[in-house]
Structure formats: structure tokens, C-alpha cells
């Protein structure tokens, strides 16, 4: 107080009328601080466990059936404090805690994709060249394919047999496992490569992954390396090559997620796009027992790709889902929906300061200054964005400063330098409201991305206070 009575009154007026923002580290008591640790512990476990789609969709799926979440049937009577939880495909889950409120009221939705950049194997991938063994790839999602050269990649997916046997892969992630790797020039013989720009210094027919180099004992037969390759796989899967025309195998970064800095304030992990707000939605959703409002998570896959696949946002499985809630209530699909309140859930580029002119300052998210609320997204003139309306940013507002939470607002990066989309039109398409909400990411897209442990535990307690308003 004494200190209040020295400020003078222009230091006064400005404290009450400009906004102020403060690092969550000034913010945060010690012993949330210690809570936020502990959450990033869980959370990290998740990122090692679930690399891919199918994995994240897999361990959703076991976290929720431990919390008493059962397996919905279309048409199965519901009532307020049920759990349940919908299978896409083995790709998409879609979770939901009944509420009291009635369902014609609109459920409390949020929206987060379980793919992340990676590189693909092409349908027919294994060959020999110069007696060496390779994968052809594909890249899934926007990647700068210079970065995922020269480090240990992990092989996973499924492999579907005629028969509907399916193979479950995952080598890479163990101590003992072998790991994958996309070579590069050195740069004594690396002249002519160091022309080509940025985003061809590697092409995309140049992502071959080196998987052997021992040849099969054999006199007579030509490919001994890839015979050698194809010998293993069928001793350990009982494959033979043209069991890979069916199959879905990712290489993904063979790293796990650790803290970074001398502080530990950081995490470092593949695939922070967007598990991190898989993850905190579904730790909110976990949580809830009782709700008012009907409280339901969509874990969505193919969001890198641009959201359309029977698995993807653009598809009606939503829908399909929030529809058939609405028949098990005896309520018209549409008005569940159209009162749907909607946080889609996914990461924002961070402010990074070794990279300070692609973002306006202002209107940037920063790391540590919490879960970041994006009005709109799009490109150029907002193409492609739904823009949240003013009064539902309001509403969103409230509720953050209601339960303390930080937070910040963002935009992904300068006015007419890029730009990018979430999920968030296609929901808003669905005619319900919609706000982008998230962590702020640095090196966004890389095989090693980084965020702030401070604004994954605000996340996390934002979609909580929403799911139990
Ligand atoms: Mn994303
Ligand atoms: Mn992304």
C-alpha cells in the first residue's frame, strides 16, 4: 500500500486503464509451480508413448477406460455423470462426460489433432542400391525437409496382411532398438548442394531411409541386401514384400522429450503439435466427473494434411457423434449443435528471439505467458479463417481471468508474411461458436519442437474451467 501512495497519478490512471502482461513465473506460487512440474512429468510420458495417430488415439483411449469411460453404442441410454468415449477408426477418438444441463443446451466442446508432421513410407518402399538397403518415403504434413536428415529415426504403424492380420511395428524407441536414418552430403563434396535453397537442400525423393547394409549368404542371388532386409521381417513379422502395399508405417523422430535449460522450464519433444493440446484436453476431460454442460474432447487426426479422410475434421464422424447424442436425449441434432460452445485446441507459433522480424510484437505469443487465445488465423486477408465474434472472445475472456488463468492472445506471424489454418472453420462450419486456444511452440514443425511448461499446465487448467463451469 505504502508503495501505491508514491506512484503518481498518471502511474496510477495508466495501471488502471493499459493492459498488463506478466510472465508466469512472476505469477504462479511456488506451489503451483510444483503442480505444473508434476503435470509435464505425465505429460511427457505421453509424447514417448505416442508418437503417431494410432498411438495417441490407443493411450486416449486406455487413460479414459481407467477413469471408468465405456465404449459408446449408438442408441445407448444416457444420463447426467456418464462417461463415454467413440472410436474412429483407431485414429480419431472423440470422449464425453454426460452433463445435468439438457443436451438442446449445446455441449462444451474442444477440438485437438493426435497426427504431426512425419515421413511417410511410399506403398512400395524397400530396394537395394549399391548394396545398400532403403525406404522411399512421402512426408506427411508442412515440413522443412532439411531438418529430418541425419537423425535417428524410429519405424511405426501397422502392417494389414490379406487375411485382416494385423501387424503392429514400433522399432526405435527402445535402449537396445536399431534406429533409422536419412543421410546427408558431407560438406567437403557439398557444393553444388549448398546453392539449391533452403527448401530444397533436401528434395523430397531424397528422403531415403538407409534400413541395412548386410547381405544374404548367397552366391547366386542379385539383392542380397534387400533379400537380407526381407528375411528378417518375415522371421519377426512373417511379412513378405508385398504385405507393405497394405500397410501405414511413420518414421518418427527417435528422440524422447526432456526438459530443457539449466531451469527445466522448457520441454523438447516430437509431435508438441498438437499432443500438447491432446493432451491437456484430454487431462481436463479425465478429471471431470460432474458436469453442468455436457463436456466432449474430439482428438482428431489428418489436421496436417488438411483435415479431410474419414478420420479427419472435415469428415462427418463429429457430427455423426454429437447428432446421435442429441437422439439418445430426444433432442434435435441440430440444436445440440448450433448452442455447442467450441475451444479448438491447437498450438500457435511462439515469439522466438533469434527470429524476431516474422512476428509483430504486439499481437505475438510469447513462451510463458500462458495459454494463448487466437481470435482468427488464415492467410493474407484472413482467408481461410472463422474468426471468432467479438462476443465469444468476451466470453472466453471472462472465464480465463475468472479462474486465473494466464493467458495471452497470438497471431501466427506478420500480417502478409505466411499464415496457417486449424480445425477451428470446420467446426465453426458445423454453425457453433468457435475460438482458437493453445500453447505457444517454438522451432513448430520440426522433428524437435519446444514449449514452455508454464503454458501447457495453463492450457490445461483452461479447458478445465471450461468443461466445469
Ligand atoms: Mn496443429
Ligand atoms: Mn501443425
Sequence with gaps: MSNEKEKSPAALLKERL?????????????????????????????????????????????????????????????????????????????????????????????????????????????YEDNEVALFKTHYYGGIKKYQWATIPLAIHGVIIKKDGTKITVCIGEEE???????????????????????????????????????????????????????????????????????????????FKAKDIGFDRSLIGSYGHDDRVCAYTALEA????SKVNKTAVVCLTDKEETGSDGNTGLCSAYLKNFLYDLADSFGVKGR?????????????NAAFDPTFPDVVEKKNAAFLNYGVVVTKFTGARGKSGTSDASAEFVARVRALMEKNNIIWQTGELGKVDLGGGGTVAAYLANLDMDVIDVGVPVLAMHAPYEVVAKADVYMTYKAFRSFFEE
Excluded at 212 to 237: A, Q, T, W
Excluded at 335 to 347: F, G, H, Y
Aim: proline content about 3%; glycine content about 6%.
Design 18 to 126: 493499459f493492459m498488463d502482461k506478466k510472465h508466469a513465473g512472476l505469477v504462479m506460487t511456488e506451489e503451483q509451480t510444483a503442480e505444473c512440474d508434476d503435470f509435464c512429468e505425465s505429460y511427457k510420458d505421453f509424447l514417448n508413448g505416442a508418437k503417431t495417430e494410432r498411438e495417441a488415439a490407443a493411450s486416449a483411449i486406455a487413460l479414459a477406460k481407467e477413469e471408468g469411460f465405456k465404449e459408446y453404442v449408438k442408441g445407448m441410454s444416457l444420463k447426467a455423470g456418464d462417461k463415454i468415449y467413440f472410436n474412429n477408426r483407431g485414429k480419431a477418438v472423440i470422449l464425453a462426460v454426460i452433463g445435468s444441463e439438457p443436451a438442446e443446451k449445446g455441449v462444451h466442446l474442444a477440438a485437438a489433432h493426435i497426427d504431426s508432421p512425419r515421413i511417410d513410407l511410399k506403398q512400395n518402399p524397400l
Design 176 to 254: 537396445n532398438d536399431p534406429v533409422f536414418f536419412i543421410s546427408d552430403l558431407l560438406p567437403h563434396l557439398a557444393q553444388e548442394q549448398v546453392k539449391r535453397t533452403l527448401s530444397e537442400g533436401i528434395k523430397g525423393e531424397e528422403l531415403n531411409i538407409i534400413v541395412g547394409s548386410r547381405p544374404f549368404r548367397d552366391d547366386d542371388v542379385s539383392e542380397k541386401v534387400k533379400l537380407n532386409i526381407m528375411s528378417l521381417l518375415h522371421e519377426k513379422y512373417g511379412i513378405i514384400e508385398s504385405d507393405f502395399l497394405s500397410a501405414e508405417l511413420e518414421m518418427v523422430p527417435a
Design 285 to 288: 476431460i479425465l478429471g471431470c
Design 335 to 347: 440444436d445440440l449443435v448450433s448452442n455447442t460452445e467450441c475451444l479448438s485446441a491447437d498450438v
